[in-house]
Each structure stands twice: as structure tokens, then as C-alpha cells.
């Protein structure tokens, strides 16, 4: 099976940057994504990282270390609008996609 | 272009009754996923199609549960007999034949509230 654990809430003021951190145990792993899901919306997809490094998109970035099965979500300028949940989820198979329980992100003025 | 849709948004209806939920993928997306997501949670997987496909069924959570996608376009999820239980938000999501990044990359629907009472 899979377990993910990431921050359950991170709080933080418009400007700064934020990290967060999933670590994870799985039977098989192929890579691991990011979501971002706003209240009442559906999750929508940041990254996905199948091998080690940073993969930069504008001001989010992630990043992957296998032989740690760590990885982490970086928000940097944050703003207003950054104000979510984000789900780490691990690839274990061509198709699964196991979700963590998420970290709630509060932008504060 | 379009995304993922479901139908229909909102669902209540009475504990024993069948209901069967809609999902219309992105156009070209090979591949379909249904999840269950309960508050504050994240997305648990229940079912995964291949086109027409049904390749994992693992995450049903019983004989009651079902899904199909006859002609490996739209896909439907149907809960027979309904308990209290199966109240949730169902989401479909589908995802494009990329290499290397396959289902890490999932497209969501706005998903199905379904409340049983």
C-alpha cells in the first residue's frame, strides 16, 4: 500500500514563500504529483516529478529526492489567491494515483 | 477547450434507491478515473479505464458499486441500492497518453455531491 504525510495546515503572509513537504511509503513508485484544490473547487494539477531534482513553473516549484522518498512543493510570492489545499500524490503504477490527506495554505494580508 | 464534466452536480435521494452518475472526459483522454473525496480529504481512487476498459476495479468499495464506459468516451458510476454511507463528492478525472507522466498528470471534473438520506 501507499502512506503520504504532509502538514495538515501552513500559514503565511502574501509575499512570502512557503514549502510543503510529503514524505511517503509505497510498494512501487513511479513519481509524485501536486494538486491544488481551492474550496468548493475540483483539484487541479501543478507537477509531476519522476525523477530527482526541482522542476520550476513560474513561481511554483517541486521537487523530488527517491532515495529520501521526499518531496516538496515550493510557493514562492505568495498571493492571495494561493489560498488552498495541496495534495502530494504518489504514481505507484501506470495509472494509480494515491492522494495524501493535504495542507491547507493560508495567505494572510 | 472543454473539461472534464460531470453530471449531474448535486444528487439526494433516498436510502435503497439506484443512481447512476455521469462522467464526459476531455476529448482524446484515453484514460479515466473515478475517486471518491470526502471533506478535508484527498481523492481515493475507486475505478480506472483504459478506453472502453475497465483495468482496475479495486477501489470499489463493494458489489454495489459499479461503472462502465461503453465506447471508451463518457462513463457512468452507478450505486445500487444507496445507504447513508455512500453520502460523498465523486470526482472523475482523466488524463492524456503522455510518456513518462501518464495518470500524474489528471484532469478533474467538478464532481457529483451526493447525499443519501
Known amino acids: 500500500g501507499q502512506s503520504l504525510e504532509q502538514p495538515s495546515e501552513v500559514t503565511a503572509v502574501e509575499g512570502a514563500i512557503v514549502q510543503i513537504n510529503c514524505t511517503y511509503q509505497?510498494?512501487?513508485?513511479?513519481?509524485l504529483s501536486w494538486y491544488q484544490q481551492h474550496d468548493g473547487g475540483a483539484p487541479t494539477f501543478l507537477s509531476y516529478n519522476a525523477l530527482d531534482g526541482l522542476e520550476e513553473t513560474g513561481r511554483f516549484s517541486s521537487f523530488l529526492s527517491r532515495s529520501d522518498s521526499y518531496g516538496y512543493l515550493l510557493l514562492q510570492e505568495l498571493q492571495m489567491k494561493d489560498s488552498a489545499s495541496y495534495f502530494c500524490a504518489v504514481k505507484s503504477g501506470d495509472y494509480k494515483l494515491s492522494f495524501g490527506a493535504g495542507t491547507t495554505v493560508t495567505v494572510r494580508a | 477547450g472543454a473539461g472534464v464534466s460531470q453530471s449531474p452536480r448535486y444528487k439526494v435521494t433516498k436510502r435503497g434507491q439506484d443512481v447512476a452518475l455521469r462522467c464526459d472526459p476531455i476529448?482524446?483522454?484515453?484514460?479515466l478515473y473515478w475517486y471518491r473525496q470526502a471533506l478535508g480529504q484527498g481523492p481515493e481512487f475507486l475505478t480506472y479505464?483504459?478506453?472502453?476498459?475497465?483495468?482496475?476495479k479495486s477501489g470499489l468499495p463493494n458489489d454495489r458499486f459499479s461503472a462502465e464506459r461503453p465506447e471508451g468516451s463518457i462513463s457512468t458510476l452507478t450505486i445500487q441500492r444507496t445507504e447513508q454511507r455512500d453520502s460523498a463528492m465523486y470526482r472523475c478525472?482523466?488524463?492524456?497518453?503522455?510518456?513518462?507522466?501518464?495518470?500524474?498528470?489528471?484532469?478533474f471534473g467538478p464532481g457529483t455531491r451526493l447525499t443519501v438520506t
Open positions: 478525472a482523466s488524463s492524456p497518453y503522455r510518456p513518462g507522466t501518464g495518470a500524474g498528470e489528471q484532469y
Open positions: 476529448s482524446g483522454h484515453v484514460s
Open positions: 509505497t510498494s512501487g513508485f513511479y513519481g
Open positions: 479505464f483504459n478506453y472502453e476498459a475497465q483495468q482496475d
